[in-house]
């Protein structure tokens, strides 16, 4: 790897690393110390490298520095010194890069208890995806604006807020209590699920940018995995639901980023090796006793990954989504079970559900009836896909609609 690539790609696989290694070592209180150390780092790197050559463990090289640059920061920092002292057993200096532990292990611990930090209830689901972004997948300010389709400004103001909630709330950076660790987990999955939403059904055109927010996701959930104390089946089920919806990335979209709808894409581009991950993972989220939401989106998926117009795929989707629906309603599950209902029972009975829903804010709504129209009423249909041009805020989601109209 060329230098001008290395640089910017060990940054985002070591700075995340580097950072909740040092927010654990310092405390919650010293997030922005901690960025500031790792920042300082790779500066250090961009200013050497090219004049020194590559080292030989550039890796190695970046943890050093980190270790030292913490180091003569507590050293300058008499205040830090005293504060953080107290809760470091042996205070020489000479200790402080044995104290600073940057072993695999410890770096893996590191992420899942900040994991687990900033996922805490005090601090909003926003702030959440936002500090995951930031701290553990290492995204810069405007990356992340433009992930959350918002300015580098609210991001900054968010991100600040919320770091000083977690100081003031004092949370720890460490593994819940094993008796608590299915309720905690709750709200990290939750971030997680979230944040690989973010991407999937990004409103971003930029498609690298849109994947990067779905693998940061899935190597979250993979870090939950390989934890004995957080391999549980509802973690086993969402990263299956993930290796399923990842399979389709390649069919998903056109070269100029047009939305191909399901029906049309070409399965040969399909990742088969993903989607056999995705049922290895969902087999082994059968082993417990608990039903999550996770595991009957991921048993939609499934069905899905089988493009077979069968009467026996719908119904077992449709199936699900009652399921679904019983567990936890959203509308987006009402309305994707309104096309199951119409591809497994027919359009009439389907029309009779969608009608029920009155999700007149919906430009998904207005779709689905247009589409449930397309045969038996082209003129209600046009107005219905209109209606959903008038309300769709993305230029692909026009070019999808406008695109049926065409097909009436």
Same mark, same amino acid.
């Given at each position: ?43 250090? %790197? @961009? #200013?050497?490298? /090219?004049?020194?050559? *590559? ?6 090289? +970046?943890? &050093? ?106 949370? %720890? @950076? #460490?593994?819940? /209590?094993?008796?608590? *660790? ?6 990290? +999955?939750? &971030? ?107 048993? @939609? ?108």
């Amino acid at each position: 790897m060329e230098q001008g690539e290395l640089i910017p790609h060990l940054f985002r696989t070591e700075f995340r690393k580097i950072t909740a290694v040092l927010c654990k070592y310092f405390g919650i209180g010293y997030i922005e110390t901690a960025e500031d150390i790792a920042g300082e780092t790779f500066l250090a %790197a @961009i #200013e050497t490298w /090219p004049y020194n050559g *590559i080292p030989p463990n550039p890796a190695a090289w +970046l943890y &050093t520095v980190a270790k030292n640059k913490a180091r003569n920061y507590i050293q300058r920092n008499k205040n830090f010194y005293e504060k953080v002292a107290v809760a470091i057993k042996d205070q020489s200096t000479e200790s402080y890069e044995q104290e600073i532990d940057l072993s695999s292990q410890n770096i893996n611990d590191s992420q899942l208890q900040m994991l687990f930090a900033i996922c805490h209830p005090s601090i909003s689901t926003e702030s959440q995806i936002g500090l995951a972004l930031r701290i553990l997948c290492g995204f810069g300010i405007e990356e992340i604006a433009n992930a959350l389709l918002t300015n580098k400004e609210t991001i900054n103001k968010r991100l600040s807020r919320a770091k000083e909630k977690l100081r003031l709330e004092k949370v %720890a @950076i #460490e593994f819940p /209590p094993e008796k608590e *660790i299915s309720k905690r987990l709750e709200p990290v +999955l939750t &971030t997680i699920y979230l944040l690989y939403n973010e991407g999937y059904y990004s409103e971003s055109q930029n498609s690298i940018l849109r994947e990067e927010l779905c693998m940061e996701a899935m190597r979250l959930t993979l870090l939950l995995l390989e934890n004995e104390k957080t391999n549980l089946p509802a973690v086993n089920a969402l990263y299956a639901l993930m290796c399923f919806h990842a399979s389709r990335f390649p069919a998903r979209k056109t070269n100029n980023g047009e939305i191909i709808l399901y029906q049309r894409q070409d399965e040969t581009l399909w990742d088969q090796e993903l989607i056999l991950k995705g049922a290895y993972y969902l087999k082994q989220a059968t082993q417990g006793t608990v039903l999550s939401k996770y595991h009957i989106e991921a048993g @939609i998926a499934w069905w899905h990954t089988n493009k077979a117009d069968t009467k026996e795929k719908w119904e077992n989707i449709l199936q699900l989504y009652n399921q679904l629906l019983q567990l936890e309603y959203s509308p987006v599950a009402a309305l994707n079970r309104t096309f199951a209902l119409s591809k497994a029972n027919g359009k009439k009975e389907a029309i009779a559900e969608a009608e029920k829903l009155q999700l007149t804010n919906n430009h998904y709504y207005y779709t689905l009836l247009g589409e449930l129209y397309m045969e038996s009423d082209g003129k209600k249909a046009k107005q219905y896909f209109e209606k959903a041009i008038s309300l769709a805020r993305t230029t692909a989601d026009k070019q999808t609609i406008l695109k049926k109209i065409d097909d009436l």
